[in-house]
Nanobody
C-alpha cells in the first residue's frame, strides 16, 4: 500500500517556474514507478511525466517536454515535478501516481498502469 500526498501547487504567472512534490508513505516506494498526470476542467486526466523506480528513465508528454523535469529521491520517498516556462494551458489539478512492478515503455502514459493516486494539487497559470 502506498499513500501519496501532493503539494506545491498555487497561482503563478505565465513564464514562472514552480516545483510540485509528492510525498509517499510506505517502505515500498523505491520499487514503484511514479507518474504525474493533470486534469483541466471539463477534460480527461492526461499524462504529464513518469520516472522509473530507479530514476534511470523518464518519460514526458510532448506538451511539456523541455519545460518540465521529473525526478525522485527514494531516500525521502518523494517525487518532484519541476515546471519551467509555465503557460496558461498548464492550468490543471496535478496528480501523482504510483505503478508497482514492470511497466512497458509504451505504457507509462496509461492511467491504467497506476495503482495508487494522490488527491491532487491545483496549479493556475495566469496570462
Amino acid at each position: 500500500q502506498v499513500q501519496l500526498v501532493e503539494s506545491g501547487g498555487g497561482l503563478v504567472q505565465a513564464g514562472d517556474s514552480l516545483r510540485l512534490s509528492c510525498a509517499a508513505s510506505g517502505r515500498t516506494f523505491s520499487i514503484h514507478n511514479m507518474g504525474w498526470f493533470r486534469q483541466a476542467p471539463g477534460k480527461e486526466r492526461q499524462f504529464v511525466a513518469a520516472i522509473t523506480w530507479s530514476g534511470g528513465s523518464t518519460y514526458y508528454a510532448d506538451s511539456v517536454k523541455g519545460r518540465f523535469t521529473i525526478s525522485r529521491d527514494n531516500a525521502k520517498n518523494t517525487v518532484y515535478l519541476q515546471m519551467n516556462s509555465l503557460k496558461p494551458e498548464d492550468t490543471a489539478v496535478y496528480y501523482c501516481a504510483a505503478a508497482p512492478g514492470f511497466v512497458r515503455d509504451s505504457n507509462y502514459a496509461s492511467k491504467g498502469e497506476y495503482r495508487y493516486w494522490g488527491q491532487g494539487t491545483q496549479l493556475t497559470v495566469s496570462s
